[in-house]
């Protein structure tokens, strides 16, 4: 049998891939994208059944790889059971945590966890809607690297509390470091970059919505009105919503310190004035130092405003003793079932 022509080598040298059946079938198929959800909870039994088989719903009709993770922030209802329960389901994990260590721990451990190329976090309380999660993920397919959801209206909240909401918002964005995106929430969609940045900040007083702020990246806001609740109550109460607005305060801004600095020369001036001018008056005239009751109501004028301003002094130093003790978040007492950190087939 004769060799083929050069010629001939050549022309098969050149013939396009595409026309070789076999080496088109070696080209590997683009690997589907993943998602998880995380879910914090805490006393959300009422509501976790029916919130689980929605999200479940609403996650296969995205069309990707994905998982759901319970975080169990130390409930003392049937949240762990029910869970648990699902978690003999592929795709459904539940970690428990050995006491309620609060939200931004609890969201903190589900992050960790998560695997997924993108992570949506939701509350437990069916007030947030999985039906939002395809519309955001369509942005993310879109490019965006954020997708918050934004509270188009508060009405359902009595006048103080809005009115605290709004005068938080002005403080904390006072610092014009960063924006914090007002009526913007935990529900939201973020890129794995985004989670990865969120986890390489190594501060343990954790105020997440300002977090999620200072990370960056593209984001895009989602309006939304939340659904109303209809099982259980919300465990935020009012001394915890201050302690909340206190935490993000002074993790992310100082004008509460400068603010002790600019009190104090506003009163300094005028005292060092009227001191002046009483001297002078005195060797002039010869007019008596006023009396007692003038002094005491100065002494406790001043007084108070020292007190003021060492409290919140001391809320900066506590937020240190807090970082440099070194505690970690959380302790998850357990762990169960299997989500994309199993084996894919």
Not at 21 to 26: G, I
Not at 89 to 112: D, V
């Amino acid at each position: 049998m004769s060799s083929p022509s050069r010629p001939a080598m050549e022309v098969a040298s050149r013939a396009p891939l595409a026309a070789v059946p076999e080496l088109e079938q070696r080209v590997p198929a683009p690997a589907r994208r993943s998602i998880s959800c995380v879910i914090p909870c805490y006393n959300e039994g009422a509501n976790l059944n029916a919130l689980l088989s929605s999200l479940e719903e609403t996650l296969w009709a995205t069309q990707l790889h994905w998982e759901i993770i319970v975080v169990d922030d130390g409930s003392a209802d049937d949240t762990v059971a029910i869970a648990e329960a699902w978690c003999q389901l592929s795709g459904f994990r539940c970690i428990s945590l050995s006491r309620n260590f609060g939200k931004e721990a609890a969201l903190t451990a589900g992050l960790q966890a998560a695997c997924g190329d993108a992570v949506v976090l939701l509350d437990g309380d069916l007030q947030h809607s999985p039906a939002l999660i395809a519309e955001m993920v369509r942005r993310w397919q879109e490019g965006a690297e954020v997708v918050y959801t934004v509270r188009e209206e508060r009405t359902d909240e009595h006048a103080f509390k809005r009115m605290g909401t709004r005068l938080f918002y002005k403080l904390v964005n006072a610092s014009q470091r960063f924006e914090l995106p007002e009526d913007a929430g935990d529900f939201r969609l973020m890129d794995r970059r985004v989670v990865d940045a969120l986890l390489s900040l190594p501060e343990r007083t954790r105020f997440m919505k300002g977090l999620y702020a200072w990370v960056g990246f593209k984001a895009v806001a989602l309006p939304y009105t939340p659904s109303p609740r209809t099982q259980g109550k919300s465990s935020f109460s009012a001394a915890r919503l201050v302690n909340f607005a206190i935490d993000g305060l002074t993790s992310f801004t100082t004008w509460p310190l400068r603010m002790v600095s600019i009190t104090g020369l506003l009163l300094a001036l005028p005292a060092l004035v009227y001191g002046i001018y009483l001297i002078v008056e005195h060797i002039l005239v010869g007019n008596p130092v006023s009396g007692w009751s003038t002094i005491v109501v100065s002494l406790m004028f001043f007084m108070g405003v020292q007190m003021i301003s060492t409290g919140i002094v001391g809320e900066y130093v506590a937020r240190i003793f807090e970082e440099v003790k070194g505690r970690p978040l959380y302790v998850v007492k357990k762990v169960l079932g299997h989500g994309l950190d199993a084996p894919q087939p």
